[in-house]
Structures are given as C-alpha cells and as structure tokens.
C-alpha cells in the first residue's frame, strides 16, 4: 500500500518521532502527496519498493532537518506491482521466449531513504547505511518539472546502490527484468537544482557509476562538502 505508516494528502509535521522496521510499497514509513516537514527524528531499517522510508509525488517541498536515516532499503520486489509477461524473441525450434516485467509506473528498489518528484531540503541530517538498487540514500523522479535538492551540513555514510532484490513467493527475480542499474551510492537523479553544501560523503559506493552521486542539473554546486 501507500505509505508503511502514514498516508498524508495534506499538511504534515513531524517532530521527536522514531520510525522502525515498517514497510510499504510507496514508502516503507511515508507515502507523502501533500506538504510535509520532519524534524528531530529517526528513520531506521524500514523498507519499501519505492523510497525506502519516504515515497513522495506532489508540487509541495518537503523539509528535513536534524534527523538520522539508518539501514533503511528500497527493495527491488515484482511481490507488490502487477506482473506483465512479454515476448523477448522468437524461434522456430523453441517458440516464444518470454521476460517479466514490473508494471509499475516507476522503476522499483529506488531511494533507500527518500524517493520523490518534488524539491526536497535537508538541513543538518545523516543518511547511513541505507541501500537500493539505484539511489542508495536519496532518489528524485522528475513530474512535470525538474526537482532540486539542497543539502546543508548533511552526513552520508556507507549509503549503497547494489542488490535489493527480494521476493517472499516463489518469483525468480534472475529471469526478471530491471529498469533501472546500480548507480549513485548516495544520491542520484535529474534536478533543476542541486546543490551540496557543508556536506560530507564518506564510504558510500555503487556497484556501477556515482559511487557517492550520480546526478545532472542545470543548476549544480558542490561547496565546502568533502
């Protein structure tokens, strides 16, 4: 469902809260379609399909500030979308030969802490050890513009992009096919503005490209950060 804990479409305010081991398939904690600011709080080993901890899709800017996200994962699972099966080639000698595909709309195991479409602002927060197939700590999708992100005096530690499949049936994820690689260890996505500042990246890695970030932006700056 939306949201492992809360389902907000309004206005939402977090403060001094502890969120642990939830799961859901559009934010293993938050499914966020309204305007949503949290503080003073920890993130710990929830999990979702798509954002680890906080899914969000509106036009509002969602503010984060002085909070910690640990352990948290993006798990790339066909057990929570529709399945389509499609042909992938044909042979006399042996007919068809089919793959699975998610039909979900967007790709799976994506943000092991944060996934969303909308400008997201961090203040004075670590992300550490969180995981995803791509996007190991914060992923952005872009709606009907370009998102920005803005980290100020942020810590990310050991945040991964590598292998999240999971199935809890009897799927064979070897034979499914992923829309997505393993990329950007802590950050990825496409933003209008992205800027990183008094940050720090530290021993995050990812199986193929940005080992800390793999991002484009038209507007795109990295100042005093290590």
Aim: charged share 15%; net charge negative.
């Amino acid at each position: 469902g939306m949201g492992g804990v809360i389902l907000n479409r309004g206005e939402l305010v977090i403060n001094s809260t502890v969120f642990s081991n939830n799961m859901g398939h559009r934010g293993g904690v938050i499914a966020d379609f309204g305007k949503t600011s949290i503080e003073s709080s920890l993130f710990d080993s929830n999990a979702g399909v798509h954002g680890g901890a906080i899914f969000s899709n509106t036009t509002s800017s969602m503010n984060v500030k002085d909070c910690i996200f640990n352990n948290n994962v993006a798990l790339t699972s066909i057990d929570y979308c529709a399945i389509r099966l499609y042909t992938t080639s044909w042979s006399i000698d042996e007919g068809n030969h089919h793959q699975r595909q998610s039909a979900c709309e967007l790709a799976t195991g994506v943000g092991g802490a944060i996934y969303g479409n909308n400008d997201i602002f961090v203040e004075n927060s670590q992300f550490i050890s969180n995981s995803a197939r791509t996007g190991g700590a914060i992923a952005s999708y872009s709606g009907k513009s370009l998102p920005s992100l803005e980290l100020r005096n942020s810590t990310f530690l050991n945040n991964r992009a590598n292998d999240t499949r999971y199935s809890k049936g009897s799927n064979d994820l070897n034979n499914f096919h992923f829309s997505t690689g393993y990329h950007g260890g802590a950050i990825l996505g496409n933003y209008n503005r992205l800027h990183i500042l008094d940050s720090e990246f530290y021993f995050n890695q990812a199986i193929q490209d940005g080992g800390a970030i793999q991002a484009r932006a038209k507007d795109g700056r990295i100042l005093d950060s290590i």
